[in-house]
């Protein structure tokens, strides 16, 4: 089933899923990822695309407004795995039952909030359960539709509206839950954590392995934020690139079980140059709190010389 | 012919999903409810249905799960009691907001704390706002006709609300009774086939369901609603009519036990009714006063003028609470039967009772001072214990 | 005839008879009815001639403004547009400028 050629062309003139006119702010990484994901439909297949409450729910179905060009479900924070679990299964008796002749696909949207917090229950026993279904993380790491407060995928020493940044606080003080590798222990079909790059290739395919790869996926896709993260719109491609190169953002894959690395930086750049664009880290470039990147760094070398170790790199 | 069988309320309610074969039930296991899924499951484990089960992780997630099968067009079930219903607070407003034809098999159960497993109301009390049409039973007969009217009253396009069928935990949900089953080719033909006009799997159209509405709609949204609720008066009434050309039972909105000439009138929702018809027969046997019941069988829609009605010649009115509302005043059934009588410009004496907390037992002599009170007060004018429990330990010999 | 517009069908001086059973739409990207083009303060210029169709400009726009027919794209759609400037920075060839205003 993995196609092995890539025609961005080719994939670039499929016909868009997700309409304009929705809320999002300008500059959105969260719309890029439903583009992405969607993108990776086969043009004769129909969707239910699932949507936890979030920013993308609250702008891109306000009534009577959907954006969405297939059926779109969104019934609240914590719930997008049960939900679309429900419309899955419905999907199988109706199929059964002769009811439905075409073929179906089941997405679901959430943030990192309802996703690795106060939807993770749901998620996990949707996952579980092993409905054929995606379960699409939009990563901007932290509740950005009620206005930047920590997450759990709130990387440490960020700035938050709950974490600030004070004299005797240095943001955030603990880790990323690593929600990806935590969905890779409910041994499901695929799991793969991606962000954007140049071509959507890594997206792309992942997307499609995820949808058409029979049972439970999840993917987590880092979709950053140019308000809650403090960047410059424009510059989003450019944060994504410094995420990779940093190994702030692994893109990998477990599929079956077995764990892929998919891009591995030439050049490991070093964290500060993912950290300096962006207002949320700019108190750890105060002189009091250089040692705090050192701290940083080190996670990242930690964190992904397991990462290399569970790909037997 | 109708078959006599032997089944405890649980099994009842299961025996009825099994003749209606829903397309759907997520469930998770509380309490006294956990029988129902229990059964369902066995019958999906040996062909006798085609339901599909969803072992989920809660009963957020069962109501959830229950709300995306029938936005998706199955038509979905799911049971549960207590903590359980709490977890589902949220969705159940969702699940009624979204017009979604769910029907909910509750056991009702004391919710915590602190943690007790018997039966009271105050799980299905608590969720009266949340736009769901309730119906009570008093036996097991009553749970397993009422399960099956639930599903063309959901589903009828002038209500498409979900509807709560509500039993007492224990009391009729596992006391044994002989009951009458209806043939199952006319419980199909009576429930019909599901046929939903909109759904997210209609091959034919596209639909978004879940908006955020902001406040030029959220005021004609709940408008809308509250019309459905309307509608489902005349609905659950020809539902009824049907039911009863069918089986010969008779149901409306409530039941009037001796109320033709009744001067006094006990009003209460559940498995206690029984108890207290008990008692009327032995009232009106040994000292010939005139008694009677009015025992609810739909809570919502509120049968508001009926009540009102059926309590228009009665001196004096005793309403009975199966939950605490905590407003320090009375009880959600009393706030709202007195409130129905005001409308009325009646002029009988009322008290409220709290009984039953937490699977408290009541008696035949229990109901008999009740009723001596309300003579007592029809008589004097001067209400003693407007907020009285029946069966309470105290030091005071009055509550207030 | 009804209105092709969502807008004209369900708007927020609707009153409660016309509001759809549990606030469901019936139908697909209505929310293309309803203009973001507003939102701009600055505005992506295509400059057709510098233009090699690549498409990187394509997949990053949130909000599907860069419309491709047969791996061609055409000019922005500005009714929808908010001008966040991300095309601009990926182009490899300096075909999207970004201009103040809308």
């Known amino acids: 089933m993995e196609k092995t050629t890539y025609n961005f062309k080719e994939v670039m003139s499929k016909s868009e899923r997700l309409a304009p006119g929705h809320r999002m702010c300008a500059g959105c990484g969260g719309t890029i990822t439903v583009r992405a994901v969607l993108r990776a439909l086969e043009e004769g297949d129909r969707a239910v695309i699932g949507n936890a409450t979030g920013c993308l729910e609250v702008s891109s179905f306000m009534y009577p407004y959907t954006a969405y060009e297939d059926s779109y479900i969104h019934n609240a924070f914590e719930n997008a795995g049960a939900t679309l679990s429900g419309v899955e299964t419905a999907y199988h008796v109706l199929k059964k039952k002769g009811k439905i002749k075409e073929n179906f696909k089941f997405i679901t949207f959430g943030g990192d909030g309802g996703t690795y917090d106060i939807g993770f229950q749901s998620l996990s026993g949707a996952m579980e359960r092993g409905h054929d279904m995606v379960y699409v993380c939009y990563d901007n790491g932290a509740y950005m539709n009620t206005g930047t407060q920590r997450s759990s995928a709130t990387p440490q020493y960020a700035d938050t509206t709950t974490t600030p940044a004070g004299s005797v606080s240095a943001g955030k003080v603990q880790v990323r839950k690593d929600l990806a590798a935590i969905m890779a222990e409910h041994h499901i079909p695929y799991v793969g954590q991606s962000t954007f790059t140049s071509n959507f290739k890594d997206l792309y395919t992942k997307a499609q392995k995820a949808i058409y790869t029979p049972g439970a996926a999840f993917l987590n896709v880092m979709s950053p934020c140019p308000r809650g993260w403090g960047y410059e719109p424009s510059e989003m491609m450019n944060i994504c690139k410094l995420a990779v190169e940093t190994c702030y953002w692994p893109m990998f894959e477990v599929i079956e079980g077995k764990w892929i690395l998919n891009y591995e930086p030439k050049n490991k750049l070093p964290i500060e140059e993912f950290l300096k664009p962006q207002r949320r880290f700019k108190h750890l470039f105060q002189k009091e709190n250089e040692q705090l990147i050192g701290k940083f760094q080190e996670e990242i070398n930690r964190r992904w010389e397991e990462l290399k170790n569970r790909c037997s790199l | ?400 | ?102």
């Open chain 3, 1 to 102: 005839m009804a209105s092709d517009k969502i807008y004209d069908r369900i708007h927020e001086q609707s009153p409660w008879q016309e509001i759809t059973e549990g606030n469901k739409i019936f139908e697909a990207a209505t929310s293309k009815d309803f203009c973001t083009g507003e939102w701009r303060t600055a505005t992506p210029e295509w400059v057709a001639d510098r233009c090699k169709q690549c498409l990187l400009c394509t997949p990053v726009c949130p909000d599907s403004s860069i419309p491709v027919t047969a791996g061609k794209r055409t000019d922005f759609d500005y009714d929808h547009c908010k001008g966040c400037g991300i095309c601009a920075k990926v182009c490899p060839f300096g075909a999207i400028s970004m201009r103040e205003g809308k």
């Open chain 2, 1 to 400: 012919m109708a078959v006599r069988e032997r089944l405890s309320g649980n099994e009842a309610v299961a025996y009825a999903i099994k003749q209606v074969n829903p397309d759907v039930m997520p469930a998770f296991p509380i309490t006294p409810s956990t029988e129902i899924p229990q059964y369902v499951a066995n019958y999906i484990a040996n062909g006798e249905i085609d339901t599909e089960f969803i072992h989920v992780e809660s009963e957020h997630s069962a109501m959830s799960a229950t709300i995306g099968a029938s936005a998706a067009g199955a038509r979905a079930i799911t049971a549960t009691s207590s903590c359980g219903m709490a977890l589902m607070w949220e969705e159940l407003y969702v699940a009624a907001s979204n017009r979604l034809p769910i029907v909910l098999a509750l056991v009702n159960r004391a919710l915590s704390g602190p943690i007790n497993i018997n039966a009271d109301h105050s799980d299905s009390m608590g969720a009266r706002d949340s736009g769901w049409i309730q119906i009570y039973a008093e036996s097991n007969q009553e749970v397993y006709d009422n399960f099956i009217q639930a599903f063309p009253i959901a589903e009828d396009k002038r209500v498409h609300l979900p509807v709560m069928v509500c039993q007492d935990g224990f009391i009729t949900s596992h006391g044994v009774e002989n009951i009458l089953l209806v043939e199952d080719d006319k419980v199909k033909r009576f429930v019909g086939a599901y046929e939903p006009e909109h759904y997210l799997l209609n091959e034919t159209e596209r639909m978004a369901l879940g908006p955020y509405a902001v406040s030029n709609y959220y005021m004609e949204t709940k408008r809308a609603q509250r019309e459905a609720m309307i509608n489902a008066r005349e609905v659950i009434l020809e539902t009824a009519s049907r039911f009863e050309e069918m089986t010969g039972r008779k149901y409306g909105f409530f039941e009037e036990y001796q109320m033709e000439d009744a001067e006094y009138a006990v009003v209460i929702i559940g498995s206690a009714a029984g108890t207290c018809k008990a008692a009327i027969e032995e009232i009106r046997a040994t000292t010939g006063k005139k008694v009677g019941l009015i025992k609810i069988r739909v809570f919502r829609p509120f049968p508001e003028e009926e009540i009102a009605k059926a309590l228009s010649k009665v001196k004096a009115v005793a309403i009975l609470d199966r939950s605490e509302m905590f407003a320090a005043t009375s009880g959600p059934l009393g706030a709202e039967v007195r409130a129905a009588m005001y409308q009325a410009h009646s002029t009988a004496e009322v008290v409220n009772y709290f009984y039953g907390l937490g699977g408290r037992d009541i008696t035949v002599s229990d109901f008999k001072s009740v009723y001596d009170n309300l003579e007592t007060i029809a008589r004097t004018h001067v209400v003693t214990g407007m907020y009285e429990y029946i069966g309470l330990r105290s030091t005071q010999s009055e509550e207030v």
